[in-house]
């Protein structure tokens, strides 16, 4: 009996999804550019799903394969909530298969090698996959090993926690967070030197810790320390601002210049970098966040950025309003893996993702594309269970607010519902190209 | 969230409801078609039923804005500044309002009493 009702559920899914994408204007079918392109799609996270779905929506005829080993898709923005004790590992884990549409063909394998030259990339199992156009979403890869003694068993012992691996090590997190909070002590926190996605997750991981040991009433007598990896709290300087006020008012202690090195579980030490040498701090929670990089694949290739300051880290070389290839121009990024400044957020693939495919389109077409991606990122940046600022912002550093009623730099209940209630179905949405 | 157009409301919503949603839009259209082809005729409430309606009306509205923040993991502490009240207020308002027109859908009665005319 199990069987048929869960057909019978798919079913009316994707019938409400048929019927919803009729009514947008980006699917009509008869709008449909037709065309034999083959399109490659590497990486089937956010940024792949969401591209590829436009472009099954908007062309006829096109070969689209999307090359992504995982048949789990993990909605990420939710492991802070999971980290928090909010919602269960669960809550984060998807099906990719689901949001793969029907004309796109998956390929479960990792790219090994990228050939722009040869106009072609290689699958680990050694498969050449030829294009003509090639759209790099691989997003970036946790860099944990260059934390001398932190090894991914460790989350949830020790007083240590890191919800970036993983909805279950976002759990564990939050048994290691909860211990904490009953006990209290020294709190550790901070993020890595190098670009990462969703840079609000250290300062929300602080603030949601202050919010338990409160609740539990051991916050007398306990430290929260913030070790900045640079000299500020957030790269955008009236964010910063915001920040450094509130980190006065919830009394945290704060070091810029300090960046995570190495952990000593047994001894419970950290060691910090600093522009004076190492430093170690004791401590009874921390909150370990890796240095991000370009995965292998792409840090390895031609593709990468040769020079400047994405160029260390291998971030792909984009334009940062067209996210074509700056030297490859049948190739775009969108997502983590691009190297540009900020813009590594959900929010940020649902304004890239179109912008990629209307020029790849344009190309076809010969027409061109006037879109430009503007640098929108969004951050609901929980200041509490319950609370949370809506902070969004561009490449320029201007508050761009979506909703002219919502204060960005307000810590109010209704940027929490959205990140509660509004941010996964607004994020599945998008993977179906409808958002 | 910038460009919240119709259509990426309707995609979000039915993300958070399925088929679910369709059903939603089904009964509040006719609703809607029901509600305004009553107000075209006469009708009327029987007064002790009227009483009722409105005390239920009420109870609903209060019962929507208590229980709201504990449906989103949070509590009456959080609720902070014009914005958030004002979110409850409107919360309160369409808890009472539903109530108000189903029962006046469903609950109403033609007023078969003779119109008063002018002597
Ligand atoms: C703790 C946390 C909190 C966050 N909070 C928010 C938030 O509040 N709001 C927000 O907007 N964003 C948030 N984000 C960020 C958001 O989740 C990411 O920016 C988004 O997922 C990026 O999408 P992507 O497709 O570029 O990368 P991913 O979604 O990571 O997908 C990359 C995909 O590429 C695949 N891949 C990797 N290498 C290869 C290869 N060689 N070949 C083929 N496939 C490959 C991977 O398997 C993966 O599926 C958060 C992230 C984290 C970790």
Redesign the interface.
Same mark, same amino acid.
Do not use: C, Q, R, Y
């Given at each position: 009996m199990d069987k048929p009702r869960l057909r019978r559920r798919e079913f009316l899914a994707s019938a409400g999804a048929g019927l919803i994408a009729a009514t947008l204007p980006l699917s009509g079918a008869a709008n449909a550019v037709r065309t034999k392109a083959r399109i490659v799609i590497a990486g089937g996270g956010a940024a792949g799903l969401a591209v590829a779905s436009r472009l099954a929506a908007q062309l006829d005829g096109a070969e689209i394969v999307l090359i992504e080993p995982s048949e789990e898709h993990f909605y990420q923005p939710g492991f802070t909530l999971i980290g928090a004790g909010v919602k269960p590992a669960s809550y984060s884990v998807l099906k990719t298969k689901d949001y793969i549409a029907p004309d796109v063909r998956w390929i479960k394998e990792r790219v090994a090698e990228f050939d722009p030259e040869g106009n072609k990339i290689v699958t680990e199992s050694g498969t050449a996959l030829p294009y003509d156009f090639l759209v790099v979403t691989t997003g970036l890869a946790l860099d944990y090993a260059a934390i001398v003694g932190m090894d991914l068993s460790l989350i949830g012992r020790e007083g240590i926690a890191s919800v970036y691996a993983g909805p279950t090590y976002a759990e564990a997190s939050w048994r290691a967070l909860a211990a904490f909070a009953g006990t209290g002590g020294t709190g550790l926190f901070g993020r890595p030197a190098t670009e990462m996605k969703c840079a609000g997750a250290p300062l929300k991981q602080a603030f949601l810790a202050d919010d338990y040991l409160r609740r539990n009433g051991t916050r007398a007598k306990s430290k929260i320390v913030y070790n900045a990896h640079n000299q500020t709290l957030f790269s955008v300087p009236l964010v910063d601002a915001k920040v450094r006020e509130l980190f006065q008012r919830q009394e945290f202690e704060t070091n810029f210049g300090h960046v995570l090195s190495a952990i000593d579980p047994a001894r419970h030490i950290a060691t910090y970098a600093t522009p004076s040498g190492p430093i170690e701090m004791k401590w009874d929670f921390i909150n370990v966040i890796p240095p991000m990089r370009a995965p292998a694949a792409v840090r390895k290739s031609p593709l990468r950025w040769q020079s400047g300051p994405f160029a260390a880290d291998g971030w792909l070389e984009v334009d940062r309003a067209t996210l074509r290839h700056s030297r490859y121009a049948n190739i775009f990024g969108v997502g983590d893996i691009n190297g540009v400044p900020k813009g590594k957020t959900a929010a940020s693939v649902k304004w890239q993702a179109p912008v990629a495919v209307d020029h790849l389109i344009g190309t076809i077409t010969g027409k061109g594309s006037a879109e430009r991606y503007n640098g929108y990122t969004s951050c609901p940046l929980i200041t509490k269970i319950g609370q949370a600022m809506l902070v969004e912002f561009d490449y320029d550093n201007n508050l761009t607010p979506s909703f002219p009623f919502i204060a960005p730099l307000e810590e109010h209940w209704i940027p929490w519902v959205i990140k509660e209630k509004v941010l996964k179905p607004n994020y599945t949405a998008m993977l179906r190209g409808l958002a | @969230?910038? !460009?919240?157009s119709p259509?990426?409301l309707? %995609?979000?919503?039915?993300? @958070?409801f $399925?088929?679910f949603?369709?059903i939603l839009l089904g009964v509040a259209a006719l609703m809607l078609v029901f509600g305004v082809v009553f107000l075209f005729q006469r009708r009327r409430f029987r007064q002790n039923r009227l009483q009722v309606v409105l005390i239920a009306a009420t109870a609903i509205g209060i019962g929507a804005v208590l229980i709201a923040?504990m449906l989103? +993991? %949070? *509590?009456f %502490? +959080?609720?902070? $500044?014009l914005? !958030?009240w004002a *979110?409850l207020g409107a919360i309160a308002l369409i808890g009472f309002a539903s109530v108000l027109w189903m029962a006046y859908i469903g609950l109403s009665r033609p007023d078969r009493r003779p119109l008063r005319t002018e002597p």
């Open positions: - | @969230m910038k !460009d919240l259509g990426t309707v %995609a979000i919503l039915h993300e @958070m $399925g088929f949603l369709w923040p989103t +993991n %949070a *509590s %502490a +959080n609720i902070h $500044g914005l !958030d *979110s």
